[in-house]
């Protein structure tokens, strides 16, 4: 059974700073990997997505990477903002189960200014 | 293009009533599934429907049922309400791929 955890749970930083939010899953058997953001009480916004094939996709100041092998994913936010305060999700599709997405429980970030 | 859109906002229900949910997706996505999110957790799927027909389920009891209309559009119906219902209701739409998601419908059972 194919499980995702999301390290840190929480993380606050000041303005500026670069950081790195980990999640890793115990099947490697994946189809893709998807990051999400999600401001409290609404839906997900999808952040980057990427294909089994890939190592990693870059969005701006995002930057995801996929290690299959090792069965982690990290992303990277450069430059941080108090508008990037949110919760992110990391999601994986299985090629297994077919076509549900697999959530992690999101780390919470807090930007301060 | 409006997105994945969904309906009620908000809901609040006592427990043993029905609730109904709508969710309409995105401009050519023929795929929509739902997903329960309780405070704190990450999204659970619920179940996914294509062609107007259940392709997959997760583990819910079948208390939760859906459906989907000819022109994509889905209903997740839950009856017998617990508490343990309460949690925000998320649809998301996909035409082979990548996953969109609606704002959600908030669900409080009393």
């Known amino acids: 059974k194919q499980e995702v955890t999301q390290i840190p749970a929480a993380l606050s930083v000041p303005e500026g700073e670069n950081l790195v939010l980990n999640c890793s899953f115990t099947d490697s058997a994946i189809y893709n990997l998807q990051w999400f953001r999600q401001d409290p009480g609404k839906g997900l916004t999808s952040l980057l997505l990427?294909?089994?094939?890939?190592r990693e996709q870059t969005s701006g100041r995002l930057n995801a990477s996929l290690d299959k092998s090792s069965g982690r994913s990290t992303l990277y936010i450069a430059a941080s903002q108090p508008g990037d305060s949110a919760t992110y999700l990391c999601a994986v599709k299985s090629n297994q189960a077919g076509t549900a997405l697999i959530f992690g429980k999101g780390t919470t970030l807090s930007v301060s200014s | 293009d409006a997105g994945v859109t969904q309906s009620p906002t908000h809901l609040i229900k006592t427990r043993g009533q029905q609730v109904t949910l709508r969710c309409s997706p995105k401009?050519?996505?023929?795929?929509v599934s739902w997903y329960q999110q309780a405070l704190g957790q990450g999204p659970q799927f619920i179940f996914q429907y294509y062609e107007e027909e259940e392709r997959q389920r997760g583990n819910f009891p079948d208390r939760f049922s859906g459906h989907q209309f000819p022109n994509y559009s889905s209903e997740l119906n839950v009856n017998a309400l617990l508490l343990g219902d309460s949690a925000l209701y998320l649809c998301a739409s996909s035409f082979g791929g990548e996953q969109f998601f609606g704002p959600g419908t908030r669900l409080t059972v009393l």
């Open positions: 990427i294909q089994s094939s890939q």
């Open positions: 401009s050519g996505h023929d795929t």
